[in-house]
């Protein structure tokens, strides 16, 4: 499903990982780990298009990619149905039920959004997935914002979405019970030459 070869990410002008590589086929799932700062949410917006690889490939298709970070990006003056709804037709997806469903969204559905809670709010956010229609979900910290609770409904979301041929790629700080490889980015951490340092102050 995604193939990366060689891969080196950046942020700004500075290099933070090089020589990143591994594949993910359908029903797999990657987490990422490693400490604040030392390139997850880089390489991530990599993978998903959202900026360039300083150098590597990515094999794959992304337009077969959903990705979720740290903000929620709902819209706020819009019902919880009628966000998913808009998402819905974007993505040429017929029906909500089942992310209404995934995510105990069903009493909330004619709620503006603007009116949830952080954790409602987040609840929302990652329903989106649901309706994407994308094979390949790619997740940011996606448990931010949520009850132990909510962070199950999440994890049984992803475990159906692998069952059905799915892939995910995650990073994140706590256990959510899926069965997974583990990626520890600390042995692509890139070295800064003394010109990317002295860049990096003005960035």
């Not at 029903?27 to 993978?47: D, V, Y």
């Not at 298009?49 to 959903?66: F, H, K, V, Y």
Request: charged letters at 20%; one cysteine or more.
């Amino acid at each position: 499903m995604i193939e990366v070869r060689d891969l080196g990410v950046s942020r700004g002008a500075v290099p933070v990982l090089r020589g990143v590589g591994f594949s993910v086929s359908a029903g797999e799932a990657l987490i990422l780990q490693g400490p604040n700062g030392s390139g997850k949410t880089t390489l991530l917006r990599t993978l998903a298009g959202l900026q360039p690889p300083l150098c590597g490939e990515i094999r794959g298709d992304p337009e077969d990619c959903a990705y979720a970070a740290h903000a929620d990006g709902v819209k706020l003056t819009l019902t919880v149905a009628e966000n998913l709804e808009f998402w819905a037709r974007v993505f040429g997806v017929t029906g909500i039920a089942r992310a209404l469903t995934g995510f105990d969204l069903e009493a909330l559905q004619d709620r503006v959004a603007g009116g949830l809670s952080a954790g409602q709010r987040r609840r929302l956010s990652l329903a989106r997935l649901m309706v994407t229609g994308r094979r390949l979900w790619i997740l940011d910290e996606p448990t931010v914002s949520l009850d132990a609770a909510s962070v199950q409904l999440f994890a049984s979301a992803v475990r159906a979405h692998l069952r059905g041929g799915g892939a995910a790629i995650m990073a994140t700080h706590i256990d959510l019970g899926i069965e997974g490889r583990v990626l520890d980015l600390a042995p692509f951490k890139a070295r800064l030459s003394q010109s990317d340092a002295d860049d990096g102050g003005f960035l």
